[in-house]
Nanobody
């Protein structure tokens, strides 16, 4: 059993910044890629960014240059630093991780999400 818990969401004015965290816990042997997705009301879930276990990163074009994904492997935690926020960034932000459990089973785990609201 692996749990992902996000934190750091909130209400911010356009142009502001927020830092999201997502901590994984449970029967973890190792974690491969970790990532962030977001879902706005009435829209499909959208991929935001991914970071591999080695630190390679990829971003959606909509956030490139404004968002930075990072991770602390010792803490099984992934972060999303969001700068120059826009009202269209408003969404529930959800983290995921490709986990190898102590049983050596491989699966993808998802968090519950944290709300980010950007006011104009």
């Amino acid at each position: 059993q692996v749990q992902l818990v996000e934190s750091g969401g909130g209400l911010v004015q356009a142009g502001g910044s927020l830092r999201l965290s997502c901590a994984a816990s449970g029967s973890i042997f190792s974690i491969n890629a970790m990532g962030w997705y977001r879902q706005a009301p009435g829209k499909q879930r959208e991929w935001v960014a991914t970071i591999t276990s080695g630190g390679s990163t990829n971003y959606a074009d909509s956030v490139k240059g404004r968002f930075t994904i990072s991770r602390d492997n010792a803490k099984n935690t992934v972060y999303l630093q969001m700068n120059s926020l826009k009202p269209e960034d408003t969404a529930v932000y959800i983290c995921n991780a490709e986990v190898i459990a102590t049983s050596r089973a491989l699966f993808v785990s998802w968090g519950q999400g944290t709300q980010v609201t950007v006011s104009s």
